[in-house]
């Protein structure tokens, strides 16, 4: 399927009207949210993708992306960005007193990722999708890998621009101690990719473990991402305990002692 941050792209035409960009760009990477956190009971990626789903499901797990960021991890990545993106970046509180075009907004973000992983997934999408090409590579398959490179470069064009664009403002209060927050969430990520990568090295065969190459995309992007996401919600919850109740008082000294 195609990569996950790749799916944003397909809701930027729809992030100057009145919808919630943020809402949009969550309900875009809800479905593939099992691949980086524990399934629930009798809920995984299978479901995730189902048509139904973009109705319920995935607006109801892209809801939860939204008010974590919102609430938990907003502050503390602006606290952490450096000197000129964090001039750059909205600070203005996020308004909940709009549940309908959140709403909306979710539901069309979950749609565009569905929609855009039918014309990918080769075992339940089209059957056109499993016409091989060369060994190993079907038309499913080169289209995700196509789909996903367009779509970064969409992504990355947009963001050049926004950043180009954006008029800069004073900047918030930024942690001190950038380094080490940055080394932390490398750990953390390193951390992933060995939890998956190690417990498939010592439950397969030495000819098993042959396939770990085929394996790798996988287990990287998910083992990077648990990794990652874990060691910054354990930052940002860092960041709440000692700076929220001084942030408004030391927002004119420029810096925040500590982290």
Do not use: C
Request: net charge positive.
């Amino acid at each position: 399927m195609p990569f996950t941050l790749s799916h944003p792209a397909a809701v930027l035409p729809l992030v100057r009207g009145p919808l919630v960009p943020s809402a949009l760009v969550a309900g875009s990477v809800a479905p593939d949210v099992f691949w980086f956190v524990p399934r629930l009971p009798g809920v995984g990626l299978t479901k995730t993708h189902e048509l139904t789903s973009i109705l319920w499901l995935d607006p109801l797990l892209a809801l939860v992306i939204l008010a974590l960021f919102q609430v938990v991890l907003r502050r503390p990545l602006l606290a952490l960005a450096p000197k000129s993106l964090a001039e750059r970046l909205p600070r203005h509180p996020f308004s909940w007193k709009r549940p309908g075009r959140i709403a909306l907004s979710l539901v069309l973000g979950a749609a565009t990722h569905v929609g855009w992983d039918a014309f990918t997934h080769e075992n339940d999408g089209f059957a056109f999708l499993r016409t091989p090409l060369v060994t190993g590579v079907d038309v499913g398959r080169l289209i995700q890998l196509v789909s996903t490179i367009a779509g970064a470069a969409i992504l990355l064009w947009w963001l050049v621009r926004w950043y180009r664009g954006a008029p800069a403002e004073p900047a918030p209060p930024a942690i001190r101690r950038r380094t080490a927050v940055t080394a932390f969430l490398a750990a953390g990520t390193l951390t992933g990719v060995l939890a998956e990568v190690l417990p498939f090295l010592a439950h397969h065969d030495p000819m098993t473990r042959a396939g770990v190459v085929g394996n790798a995309t996988y287990l990287l992007v998910t083992g990077a991402g648990s990794g990652f996401l874990a060691a910054l919600v354990l930052y940002a919850l860092t960041w709440h305990a000692r700076y929220r109740s001084l942030y408004t008082a030391e927002s004119r000294e420029g810096h925040l002692e500590g982290l």
